[in-house]
């Protein structure tokens, strides 16, 4: 009798068990669908990650962050029902703004190369490799037929960097 009551109640717990899980599944479920369809929420959220991966120095994920906030927040300013309230389109106009100017600054500091200070304390800073080939060959490459593709192609990309 103590064997089949045991079983009983561990019966019972597992039941319970299972539809408390069932309905902590169906309360997420809910809750990304309704932050699937919130275009403002999640433009924000993205906004907020593109800062935390930027403060990591992921800098080209963070970028592509803003880029993602930034387009659903133009939706979201043109298009949403809410921007109506003329608060609410300002607020949304003003991070909009905040967001283009961050996107500006990290552009630029993607061209910067990196710093040796901003190694964390403690890690070796490992220096630049001395060059394998000597000066001599290096300045007769410089000089061949093919190296002023290359000589552009770099220029073009500091170009790119300073505009």
């Known amino acids: 009798e103590e064997?089949?009551?045991?079983?009983?109640?561990?019966?019972?717990?597992?039941?319970?068990?299972?539809?408390?899980?069932e309905a902590a599944a169906e309360?997420?479920?809910?809750r990304l669908e309704a932050l699937r369809g919130d275009k403002l929420t999640l433009g924000v959220q993205l906004d907020e990650e593109a800062s935390d991966l930027w403060a990591s120095g992921r800098l080209e994920e963070a970028k592509r962050k803003l880029v993602a906030a930034t387009a659903l927040?133009?939706?979201?300013?043109?298009?949403?029902?809410?921007?109506k309230n003329p608060?609410?389109?300002?607020l949304v106009g003003q991070r909009l703004e905040l967001i283009a100017r961050?996107?500006?600054?990290?552009?630029?500091e993607m061209c910067l190369p990196p710093l040796a200070s901003s190694a964390a304390e403690g890690e070796a800073?490992?220096?630049?490799?001395?060059?394998?080939?000597?000066?001599?060959?290096?300045?007769a490459l410089a000089e061949a037929p093919g190296a002023a593709s290359t000589t552009r192609t770099e220029e073009a990309a500091a170009a790119a960097c300073v505009s």
């Open 102 to 108: 961050r996107s500006q600054q990290l552009e630029e």
């Open 73 to 83: 927040l133009k939706w979201v300013h043109r298009w949403d029902d809410r921007t």
């Open 87 to 90: 608060k609410i389109q300002a």
């Open 27 to 30: 309360e997420e479920r809910r």
């Open 125 to 139: 800073v490992t220096p630049a490799p001395e060059p394998s080939v000597p000066a001599a060959v290096t300045g």
């Open 3 to 21: 064997a089949e009551a045991r079983a009983a109640a561990e019966a019972r717990e597992a039941a319970e068990r299972a539809r408390r899980e």
